[in-house]
């Protein structure tokens, strides 16, 4: 009955393979069928069955994987790999079931219409666009940062927990749904992920889980970056796989935010991306652009460098390297710079009058 089992299982994988490759060159029946319709149910579900611990199951079942690889491969070498036919089907059958779990619970995303078309929005942009948008946002970066320490020169701190910064991340999606209805966040479901040192180590500071829907947040990075974190994996949650859609709904939910601690997190955040493209067309211009952000403004910047800085190892390259042929796999063919593209969004949606900075 097992090998029977095992030989469907196996059998469905290369079936599978060609319906997601179907799906991937049909984004609107995605978007349609799956991001509206299924994946929203499925979503809800997952968050209310795991979102109340207290714990992370996502990360157990990680570490449940891991152990049961080790011992088959322990097995494996003990036999001298004997039987290629049986621990074959068992590889083959393993993922398939992974490959059908991965897709159906969130990974089917990675293939919906891009962001820019839903709000349809011009892709591209113009350098004086990018110069321009960049000198709004740090107009509105050096406000908030004398609003918050009434002095130009200090450095912003925040004094919001773990748990506030996950409450005021939902209030952020509330606000944007009655704008766009399917941003609305329900069930919460944020975790710190039992991996934050390893994390930190590699360089990420969050991800999703895509069997259990749980937002993962590397809970070792500072409250100034924390709160995007928080909003990047949560977008995920909601549906948008691709870094950056997450990323800028991130920008979205917390620009917008009636909490300026929020706003300021928001701001710095997209101005790191777009005087980073600046820097990279122009970098004269971008130097300039630099030197008109306020003392403190700059410190924030600074503690951050540092703290990831205090974690580099040879190591971090190669995970970085592996994501980024992960993101390749899944519709981004930009590896982990998929997460630049933030600034085309950013960029075009303010420049339409009904979205204004």
């Not at 799956?34 to 109340?52: N, T």
């Not at 993101?327 to 204004?356: E, W």
């Amino acid at each position: 009955m097992k090998t029977k089992l095992r030989l469907i299982s196996a059998a469905l994988l290369p079936i599978q393979i060609v319906v997601v490759s179907y799906l991937a060159q049909h984004p609107g029946l995605t978007e349609a069928y799956y991001s509206h319709g299924i994946f929203p149910i499925v979503g809800k579900i997952e968050r209310f069955l795991f979102g109340w611990l207290p714990f992370s199951v996502g990360d157990l079942l990680y570490l449940v994987f891991g152990f049961i690889l080790i011992y088959w491969v322990i097995r494996r070498f003990k036999t001298r790999f004997r039987h290629p036919k049986r621990w074959g089907l068992q590889l083959v059958s393993a993922a398939s079931v992974l490959y059908f779990c991965f897709h159906f619970f969130w990974g089917l995303n990675y293939y919906r219409l891009p962001l820019y078309q839903s709000l349809q929005l011009d892709p591209q942009y113009s350098h004086q666009e990018l110069v321009d948008f960049t000198k709004q946002l740090i107009k509105k970066t050096n406000l908030l940062q004398a609003q918050l320490t009434a002095n130009d020169s200090l450095k912003v701190n925040f004094p919001l927990s773990d748990k506030t910064i996950d409450s005021l991340a939902i209030v952020g999606y509330r606000q944007l749904a009655q704008t766009y209805p399917h941003l609305r966040y329900r069930l919460k479901s944020i975790k710190s992920s039992l991996f934050s040192l390893p994390l930190t180590y590699m360089g990420f500071s969050g991800y999703i889980n895509p069997l259990t829907n749980e937002a993962q947040v590397n809970s070792k990075v500072p409250p100034f970056r924390l709160i995007t974190v928080t909003a990047h994996e949560m977008a995920h949650q909601l549906g948008f796989a691709k870094e950056n859609e997450a990323n800028f709904i991130a920008c979205l939910n917390t620009m917008n935010h009636h909490n300026p601690y929020f706003r300021y997190s928001g701001y710095t955040f997209a101005l790191q991306y777009c005087l980073n493209e600046v820097y990279i067309e122009n970098p004269t211009q971008g130097k300039k652009l630099r030197r008109t952000l306020h003392p403190g403004v700059l410190k924030n910047f600074r503690d951050l460098r540092q703290f990831w800085r205090a974690y580099q190892n040879p190591l971090e390259p190669f995970f970085k390297l592996f994501y980024g042929q992960y993101l390749k796999a899944n519709n981004q063919p930009k590896g982990i710079q998929s997460y630049n593209y933030v600034v085309a969004l950013l960029v075009n949606y303010y420049q339409d009058t009904h979205h204004q900075l």
